[in-house]
């Protein structure tokens, strides 16, 4: 029999059911299809960005982000011990006692540190079977003293990771401005100061995966996000009408074009919607950092990408306003650009 005896965090309800709960049980409409899985492996484009011909990794940037929206890259410069000590510590979190996990727990999302679960608890209609912790990481100074201090190496460690991640993210952000033809630095002043969350996103073993996820179909409010998987594949890719399983590649990091460069791209690259599975074997870990604008920045698209040929396709916005409708509606939609976009 489920348990269906109400608890904050899914982690240790996942270890003590051998059904799936009501409430995380999606529409027949809306489930995944665990057979087409086997079938979907086909590779989203990887950069290499120690590519001595520069022209070449904008080109491959270009390619990627206008027919998948998705990349993989390789040689970032992030060392193999940095990765594997947030890997680690990420771990060890997961598996502290609830009682120590839940000194983190809120369901408010504008708190910058917090453990939660699902997506946004208040506000949908179904849940999702996953918890995370969510950290903001930009200004380190500002933050890290909200971090967990268990387990003991915590803020060391994942302080390192973000401070390295910071630099990946801003060189692969100066890489797409080249792609669309603009100046390198272009992304980077219009996002403002760019803030930089991270999300530590757990999955536990699902009895049933083929009745729920651990993330619905979506896409990203931000400008870019960076992932890091384990070895346990999940992530699925929308292309060209078929979900694609993204398999994990040793050393490599996941680049997806986020909402706001679609806006600033003026559609010509698409942020694109994908999801997360669960797995009925294995608990499956990923690692998401997402950069975003200031809240006071105004997006909009580049000029310079607007002529008769191509009239601009969005409104200017304050970026607060669009992240603050996007967590109130939710993964029940699958994107909110739409409320931003022009009649033309």
Known sequence: MANTKPLLLLTDLASTVDRVPSNFIRPLSDRPNLQQLQSSTASIPIVDLQ????????????????????????????????????????????????????????????????????FNVKTEKVSNWRDYLRLHCHPLQDYIHEWPTNPPSFRDDVAEYSRRMRGLGLKVMEA??????????????????????????????????????????HSDPTAITILLQNEVPGLQVLHNGHWLTVNPVPNTFIVNIGDQIQVISNDRYKSVLHRALVNSEKERMSIPTFYFPSPDAVIKPAPQLVDNDHPAQYTNYEFSEFYNKFWKRGLSKETCLDMFKLQN
């Open 51 to 118: 590519d001595p011909n520069h022209s070449h990794i904008v080109q491959n940037i270009a390619h990627a982000c206008r027919n998948y929206g998705f990349f993989q890259i390789v040689n970032h410069g992030i060392p193999e011990e940095v990765v594997s000590k947030m890997v680690n510590v990420s771990k060890e979190f997961f598996r502290l006692p609830e009682s120590e996990r839940m000194k983190n727990y809120s369901d408010d999302p504008s708190k910058a540190t917090r453990l939660s679960t699902s």
């Open 176 to 217: 797409i401005s080249e792609s669309l033809g603009l100046e390198k630095e272009y992304i980077g002043k219009a996002l403002g100061e760019p803030a930089q969350h991270m999300s530590i996103n757990y999955y536990p073993r699902c009895p049933e995966p083929e009745l729920t996820y651990g993330l619905p179909s």
